[in-house]
């Protein structure tokens, strides 16, 4: 059973930095694209990075050069590093874990979620 597991949220003043980690089991990463997707309240949920297994990034324009993800697959691990939070990146942040699945519907995993508030 994969489960993924994030940590690192919390209340931070704007202009401040989080450090959010994804620990994966029951599964290696390492053959698989990971992302960090987010949900404000009253909105969709919505794609912030993501990396694939080759190490490529991409990230939406919101956070393009304030947010870097990386990962560890001798850990298990994603990260998403956030420097120079706004209040509007205030959201529940969530890990997903994204297997194809080349005989049919690609299998999505998510974490639970952990919530970051950005204080102005």
């Known amino acids: 059973q994969v489960q993924l597991v994030e940590s690192g949220g919390g209340l931070v003043q704007s202009g401040g930095s989080l450090r959010l980690s994804c620990a994966a089991s029951?599964?290696?990463?390492?053959?698989?694209?990971m992302g960090w997707y987010r949900q404000a309240p009253g909105k969709q949920r919505e794609l912030v990075a993501n990396?694939?297994?080759?190490?490529?990034?991409n990230y939406a324009d919101s956070v393009k050069g304030r947010f870097t993800i990386s990962r560890d697959d001798a850990k298990n691990t994603v990260y998403l590093q956030m420097n120079s939070l706004k209040p509007e990146d205030t959201a529940v942040y969530y890990c997903?874990?994204?297997?194809?699945?080349?005989?049919?519907?690609?299998?999505?995993?998510w974490g639970r979620g952990t919530l970051v508030t950005v204080s102005s």
């Open positions: 029951g599964r290696s990463i390492s053959t698989n694209t």
């Open positions: 990396i694939t297994n080759g190490g490529r990034t």
């Open positions: 997903n874990l994204l297997i194809p699945n080349p005989f049919g519907a690609a299998r999505n995993y």
